[in-house]
Every structure is written in C-alpha cells, then in structure tokens.
C-alpha cells in the first residue's frame, strides 16, 4: 500500500518531497514562497502563448519514455518529471511554482504523481504543463510504480479534466 515502506506520499522520492517545511515565510501555512518578479501564474500563461516549443521537443512526435531515462533527467539543468503517466521537462516552469522551486527540484527524475496529487489534487496538470509534455512513460513502468493513471483521470482528480474544461 502506498506510504508503507516508501514515505508517506507513496513514491521513494515523495520522503524529500514531505520534508520540506509547509508554512512560507509569512508563516501562513500555505506553503507560498515569494516569486521573483515576472514569475506570476499570469506571467506563466503568457509565456506558454508566446512560446510554441518550450517543452524543447523541436517538432518531434511523443514518444515513450522509460523509468531508467526519466532518471537520467533530474538535474537543474535538464529536469523531467513523471504525473499520471505523462513525462515533462519541467524546467520552463520551476521558478513559477508558488510552493518554491525547491519542491520540483527534490523529485526530479521521477514520477511525483503521488506527491503531486497528496498537494494539489484540484489542479489540471495538462492546463498548467501540458505544453511542456515530452511523452508518456512506458505502460510497464508505470504498472510498477503502483500508481492507477486511469483512477485519476475518470475522476478528474490532477490532470483528469481536459484542458478546454480549465478556466484560465
């Protein structure tokens, strides 16, 4: 079962994920970090219209993904990583992330769908990141990650709801 031997949000990196503090400076409890300047979720949304390529893909198709070359991909520089079966090189939108960037950069190179899920299980992952898709991960190891994809999207839970059903 999830979080019995793993940490208590289900995925080996979820113990890095949990461990970091959960109130912002303010000490609001909401786990807010100040943004930079530029780094709004409006910012973010205008620069996912300015930029038809930030996923970095360069005109090529999806593809499949491994476990073993999701891992190779979890530096600052060059960073994936794995929600409900969908891989994204995450690193266009870090410094945007509300919570720190300190959060994605502990589950680089893995699948954090549970740990995104225990934290944000109202946010439409493909609304957010979708452009950012590089691929899916490969059937077989997602099975072995325990983690029901299929689950999530019928109940709309984390990237379950289109993007068209998203109010931006």
């Known amino acids: 079962p999830a979080g019995a031997a793993t940490g208590h949000l289900g995925t080996a990196s979820s113990a890095s994920w949990a461990a970091m503090p959960q109130k912002g400076p303010t000490g609001s409890g909401r786990g807010k970090e100040p943004l930079k300047p530029g780094r709004s979720l409006m910012h973010w949304m205008k620069l996912l219209d300015a930029d038809p390529d930030l996923a970095g893909r360069r005109g090529a198709p999806m593809r499949a993904i491994t476990r073993d070359e999701l891992a190779r991909h979890a530096s600052t520089g060059d960073g994936w990583i794995a929600l409900n079966g969908r891989v994204y090189n995450i690193m266009p939108y870090i410094e945007f992330h509300p919570g720190g960037a300190q959060y994605i950069r502990n ?9 995104f899920n225990s934290h944000h299980p109202w946010v439409n992952i493909d609304g957010l990141v979708g452009a950012l898709q590089l691929g899916t991960l490969e059937p077989a190891d997602a099975e072995s990650a325990g983690i029901d994809y299929d689950s999530n999207r019928a109940t709309g839970v984390a990237g379950g709801a289109p993007a068209a059903d998203v109010a931006r």
């Open 107 to 115: 589950v680089l190179g893995t699948d954090a769908t549970n740990a």
